[in-house]
């Protein structure tokens, strides 16, 4: 997620696991891949193997060193096609559920890490339609107890 860029180069990495909707919003001070990918790594690998096989990115330059992430971690790396943001749609989905507390006008350089893990606590905690009125937590929970 983008904001406005006379506040700087801060942006928020998301990551949606597709299923369950288990959302991490990730703060980044500038888009250099090997920040934004470090990151990443560092949130995904303590989580079950079968909870991260495979990660979609768009085809922003931040996710050139997309490599690393398969040599360090395991994970399998797709890109969206150009121009195709239905291709990631729960991810579209939920950018636009934490922009409630989120706007592109926000300075993110005075969003701290426990302020943005509140917000991502609060989109793991609220029931959703899709997911049969439970929460992504409740699901992502059942996933991984399930044999």
């Known amino acids: 997620m983008l904001f406005k860029q006379h506040f700087g180069s801060g942006n928020v990495t998301s990551l949606v696991e597709r299923v369950t909707r288990f959302t991490v919003l990730l703060k980044n001070d500038n888009r250099r891949t090997h920040l934004v990918l470090g990151k990443v790594i560092d949130a995904i690998r303590h989580l079950p193997i079968r909870s991260r096989k495979s990660i979609t990115f768009d085809r922003g330059t931040e996710f050139v060193a997309w490599p690393h992430l398969q040599a360090e971690i395991g994970t399998q790396t797709w ?5 195709a943001p239905l291709h990631k749609g729960t991810v579209e989905n939920t950018n636009r559920r934490a922009r409630r507390w989120l706007p592109r006008k926000l300075n993110m350089s005075r969003v701290t890490d426990p302020e943005l893990k509140g917000i991502c606590d609060r989109l793991k905690t609220r029931p959703r ?18 044999k």
């Open 129 to 146: 339609k899709c997911l049969g009125w439970k929460t992504p937590a409740e699901v992502f929970r059942e996933k991984m107890l399930a």
């Open 79 to 83: 890109f969206c096609d150009p121009s």
